[in-house]
C-alpha cells in the first residue's frame, strides 16, 4: 500500500527519465518578489508566455514595509523588486495581489486562507517555507529561480523523487504546549539534518489534535530539519477549514472533492524509508539559545554544557554561545530581552494572535520591550479587528503593523540592532538572519507574549494557571 505521499507524487508524474528525475506536473505555482524576476525574463529570453497562467498566482511579501503601505517604498532596492514583480503579472497576465489588496499578505498564509490551497495537489513556489502548504495534504516544496522558470513555462518541474518518512507523535499535548512546540521539540531531538532527502508525514494522535493553523505552523518548520516537505493527511479539520473559501469547489464539486480527499491518506500497512516516534508527553514549551532552529530546549532547562561534545561539535557551539552572548549550562528563564516579534508565515495567522492575546490581556507590554505585531495577511488583519483582539493588544500597549515577512528576516525596514535579544515566532535564528549581529530566539506565540509583558524569558504557563 503507498503511502500519502506517495499517492499524490504518483498522480502527478508525467514521465520518468531513466536514471534521472521524474517530469512531475504542478497544480500551484506561487511567486514572490525575491526569487522570480530571473525566471520571467528567461521567458522573454525565449520568447516564451506562460503555459498555464490561470494556476499561478503572485504576491510581494518578503520586501514590503509593514507602515504606510499606501505610500512608494522609500527603499530602493525592495521598490524595484515589488515594482518587477507587479510588472511581470502584468506582462503575463497572472493573478496578482499588491500591497493594499485586501488579498495580500505573505504568500504561505494567503495560499491556505483563499483556498488555493486544497488536498492532493502538486504546489511549489521559491521559498523554502513552501513545505507550509503540505498541512492541507498537498506535496508542496520549495525550488530555485531556475526550476520555477521551468514551470512557468511548462506547469512541470524536474525533480528526483525523495524518500519518505513518518514522524508520529502519540498521547495529548500538555498544558501550554502547541505547534511551534512540537517543531521546535522535533528539531532539537533530530538536529536540523536529520530528515534531509526525505518528505515528511506527521502522525499521531497529538498531530490529529492540532487545529489547521497548528498544522500549518508544525509543516513550515519541517524545512528546518533539512525536509524536502512536511505533509499531514486530510480529515475533517481540513474539510472545515477549506469549505466555504474563495477558491474552494463548491455545491457538487465540493461533494466529489471531498469524496477524493478521503482517500488521501497512507494505508495500514504503507511502507516508509524511516519511522521515528515521539511522547507528546515530553514536550514543553519550547525556546532556542543558539544560531540554529535545532538548538532548542524546555524554557525552564539549562543550555546544554559542552562536557561531552567532540572538538568539532564543541567549536561550532562555543562559537554560537559567543554570537548569542550566552555560556553553556546557564538557564534563560530571567534573562533580559529588547525585541519582540508576532508573525512571519510560521506564526502570522489568526490563531496565533488569539494565543498571544490570551497572555498579554490584563497586563502591560514591559516599557523597554519594542514589540512589532505584524498579521500574515490582510484577512488576518481583518480578523483581528473583528474579534477585538486589536482593543486587547492595544489596551497592553501593542500597535498592530500592516502585513508582510517583517521581522522574520533582513530584506525590509523590520531589522533588530546588533546585539539586541528578540523572541520571535520566525523560524529561522541564524546569524544575522533579523539584521547584521541581531540575537534571536524563536519561540512560540504564548512564549513571545509573556516575555513581551515581563521583558525577559518567561515560561508563558505562569499566565496559564
Known amino acids: 500500500m503507498n503511502t500519502l505521499f506517495d499517492k499524490i507524487w504518483d498522480s502527478h508524474v508525467v514521465q520518468k527519465v531513466d536514471d534521472g528525475p521524474t517530469q512531475l506536473y504542478i497544480d500551484r505555482l506561487y511567486c514572490h518578489e525575491v526569487t522570480s524576476p530571473q525566471a520571467f525574463d528567461g521567458l522573454r529570453e525565449r520568447g516564451l508566455q506562460c503555459f498555464r497562467p490561470k494556476q499561478i498566482f503572485c504576491m510581494p511579501d518578503h520586501n514590503t514595509p509593514t507602515h504606510d503601505q499606501d505610500k512608494p517604498i522609500a527603499d530602493a532596492i525592495s521598490k524595484k523588486q515589488v515594482d518587477t514583480l507587479e510588472r511581470n503579472a502584468r506582462d503575463f497576465g497572472l493573478s496578482y495581489y499588491g500591497m493594499m489588496n ?22 511549489v513556489c521559491g521559498d523554502s517555507h513552501t513545505s507550509t502548504h503540505g498541512a492541507l495534504g498537498a506535496v508542496a516544496f520549495g525550488i530555485g529561480t531556475s526550476e520555477v522558470e521551468m ?7 524536474l525533480q528526483t523523487k525523495p524518500k519518505s518518512m513518518r514522524i508520529t ?71 472545515a477549514y477549506i469549505k466555504g473559501r474563495e477558491f474552494a ?38 525556546i532556542t539559545y543558539g544560531t540554529n532552529p535545532g538548538m532548542g530546549m524546555a524554557i525552564t532547562d539549562s543550555i546544554p554544557t559542552t562536557d561531552k561534545m567532540d572538538e568539532v561539535v564543541k567549536t561550532s557551539f562555543n562559537k554560537s554561545m559567543s554570537y548569542m552572548g550566552f555560556t553553556p549550562g546557564e538557564k534563560l528563564l530571567g534573562k533580559k530581552i529588547d525585541y519582540v516579534f508576532l508573525g512571519s508565515c510560521t506564526n502570522g495567522r489568526i490563531e496565533d494572535f488569539r494565543a498571544f492575546a490570551s497572555i ?14 505584524v498579521p500574515g495577511s490582510w484577512e488576518v488583519d481583518k480578523q483581528i479587528r473583528d474579534e477585538g483582539i486589536d482593543t486587547i493588544l492595544r489596551e497592553a500597549g501593542f500597535e498592530i503593523r500592516q502585513p508582510g515577512c517583517s521581522a522574520c ?50 515560561d508563558p504557563r505562569e499566565f496559564m494557571k
Not at 509543516?219 to 524536502?228: P, Q, V
Not at 523572541?423 to 529561522?428: A, D, E, I, K
Open 102 to 123: 485586501r488579498k495580500n499578505g505573505i504568500i504561505h498564509v494567503v495560499g491556505p486562507e483563499r483556498g488555493l490551497t486544497l488536498p492532493g495537489m502538486t504546489i
Open 151 to 157: 514551470v512557468l513555462a511548462s506547469q512541470c518541474i
Open 169 to 239: 507523535i502519540d498521547g495529548k499535548l500538555k498544558k501550554g504546549v502547541i505547534a511551534k512546540d512540537i517543531a521546535l521539540y522535533l528539531m532539537s531531538k533530530m538536529t536540523t539534518s536529520g530528515a534531509t532527502g526525505y518528505f515528511v508525514e506527521y502522525a499521531g494522535e497529538a498531530i490529529r489534535s492540532l487545529t489547521m493553523e497548528g498544522r500549518l505552523t508544525l509543516c513550515n518548520l519541517s524545512i528546518e530539519m533539512g525536509a524536502r516537505g512536511g505533509m499531514i493527511a486530510p480529515d475533517e479539520t481540513t474539510f
Open 249 to 286: 469547489p463548491k455545491g457538487e464539486a465540493w461533494d466529489k472533492a471531498v469524496a477524493y480527499w478521503r482517500t488521501l491518506k497512507s494505508g495500514n500497512d504503507a511502507v516508509f524509508d524511516k519511522e521515528i516516534g515521539f511522547d507528546a508527553a515530553d514536550i514543553n514549551p519550547m
Open 360 to 373: 498579554v490581556k490584563g497586563h502591560k507590554k514591559a516599557d523597554h520591550v519594542i514589540a512589532w505585531i
Open 409 to 458: 528576516l533582513a530584506m525590509n525596514d523590520d531589522k533588530i540592532p546588533a546585539g539586541k535579544y528578540a523572541v520571535s515566532t520566525s523560524n529561522r535564528n541564524f546569524e544575522g538572519r533579523q539584521g547584521p549581529g541581531a540575537r534571536t530566539l524563536l519561540a512560540g506565540p504564548l512564549a513571545a507574549a509573556a516575555a513581551a509583558i515581563t521583558g525577559c524569558i518567561t
